[in-house]
């Protein structure tokens, strides 16, 4: 993890760098992958267990592949799944008996990040720009709009929204020249859609490359951090 700073310690980076090091290269995670860490955040799985999980997962990999048999390590995180999923079953048996756990109950971890987020929102809003404040304001409104669903549906969704405010706010601030040259920032970042890669995916990663560099311009954005 030496190559992150602390503050992009965010659950998303953590899980991402672990698996890029057990593969020995790489530069990030394919949107699949990327969404199955969300899952994993989602579902409240401590991101120790998860990178125990890959290690576990990587281990089990080896051992089934014939010598000489395609490369060393899989290129896909969820290629591993089913050893996070083991680590975590074990983890949750461990802790029977011990101290009560975070909620566990889908609402109350629901309940538990919608709150963070509404916290994450408030502070930084309080210190934002002002061209940006009308953008927080609106996020905080997105938070409680009912929505339906689940309720880890309902706060996804919510999360999505107030990004999505917030994102209109900064790109409404920045200059022309600036917004003009956005768009080609994010192409280079994201590269070529791969071959194979439907266009929806695609777009997902450069709204993953927009958030961060939305994150690099000092805005506070929820998704990976709540």
Known sequence: MSNLAPGDLTYQAVVAEYFLGLRGGGLMLSPLDQELVAEWERR??????????????????LRRRAPGAGPTAPRSLRALRFGVEEEWSQFQARAVGEAPPPPSSEAGFAAARLASARQRLVEAGGSAPPAWRDGYRLAL???????????????????AAADARLLTAWLGSLDRPRRG??????????????RGASRRAHRQTLRHHLLDAAREAGLTCLRGTV
């Open 181 to 194: 040259s956005l768009g080609p920032r994010l192409a280079l970042r994201a590269g070529p859609r791969p």
């Open 44 to 61: 409240g799985l401590p991101v120790a267990v998860v990178c125990r999980g890959l290690g576990r997962g990587l281990e089990d990999f």
């Open 141 to 159: 409104e997105a938070l409680v709009a009912p929505r339906p669903g689940t309720a880890l549906e309902q706060v996804e969704a919510a999360i």
